[in-house]
């Protein structure tokens, strides 16, 4: 049987691809250090694992609304309020099965056959497969690293044609860990207001800012902005709970509606026992939140100076999220590769270091470095790639 079009034109995810090359030779007694996560090395909160097991035992185990748990809804409408001075109805919430899904619902229910989606480079791999799934078509805009991998309102106001339907913004960044300021955002804002264009803000990586940086969503700059924005985020980065499965989107409700529909015939509901871990992850303290973050700044302010040890890198600082992306265009030119694809392949082979090729995100010259594992394996994955490239130097 001949597959869809539509599948056909999915690329496998580079960053899962990585993994299961790393699990493999993992499996064969090979001391892989895998820096391709991207999830918190840390485990779910025990307050959190033990109110899904109280649910469990209760028998709070059968389906829920399909949009999600009203009082679940109502724990990110709180959220929400506190940390971003935003307020939304129940109805203009809905609890997906991670962010991913809430993302891939929400182009199912805004896209027609060649409507385009603008999506800034380095991007998250999974923005153009959702996009392309939903017969749209992805745009790529180049965010230069020279202006920390961050697009201008000039670019995006080229890039709009009559087909443009949305852009993405994700802010911090997967995988450059950059953030937009305020003042960026608010300039952005404008040309999608003055074009129409939908705002997707993926904000999954918000409670991970470090140094002075403050996260800023766009949607509370102004209420003209929250109108044309949808706000994407989840438990998944910030309480170590990427298993789960519990994300969510919110915004104007006729979308949020149109994705309950699609959400009631694919997954009937997020699981249930997940969304009330969700809900004591919200409604009870939030130190754990501010510990790993902090945990995650402190490995950063470690690794970042030795990475640039490492012959031919260089690399923007990050100021969120738990990636470097360094620039190693002139490492592989001094180990005599022609991508970062066959310098990666070889570092697995030979260093047993997994990271992931910055192709995948559409940079083919960088690479992507996890930083969500212990600061002690980190470090003797970086001694690993510099002896591996001063070796290849000889």
Known sequence: MELSK????VTPSATLAITAKANELRAHGKDVIGLGAGEPDFNTPAHIIEA?????VQGLTKYTAASGLPKLKAEIQKKLAKDQNLSYELNEIIVCSGAKHALYTLFQVILNEGDEVIIPTPYWVSYPEFVKLADGKPVFLTAEEENDFK?????LEAAITPKTKALILNSPSNPTGMLYTKEELEALGKVCLAHHVLIVSDEIYEKLVYGNHRHVSIAEIN?????????????????????????????????ISAMTSVASHST?????????????????????????????????????????EIPGVSCKKPQGAFYLFPNVSETIKLCGYNSVDEFATDLLKEALVAIVPGSGFGAPENMRLSYATSLEKFEEALTRIKNFVENKMK
């Open 268 to 308: 009937s509901n997020p699981t249930t026992t997940s969304q009330y871990a969700a809900i004591a992850a919200y409604e009870e303290s939030q130190q754990c939140v501010e510990d790993m973050r902090k945990a995650f700044e402190s490995r950063l302010e470690v690794i970042y100076p030795k990475l640039l």
């Open 223 to 255: 209420p003209d902005f929250k109108e044309h924005t949808i706000i994407i985020n989840g438990v998944s980065k910030s309480h170590a709970m990427t298993g789960w499965r519990i994300g969510y989107a919110v915004g104007n409700k006729e979308i």
């Open 52 to 56: 899904a097991h109280a649910c469990a």
């Open 6 to 9: 539509r599948v056909q034109s």
């Open 151 to 155: 697009i201008t309102p000039e670019q």
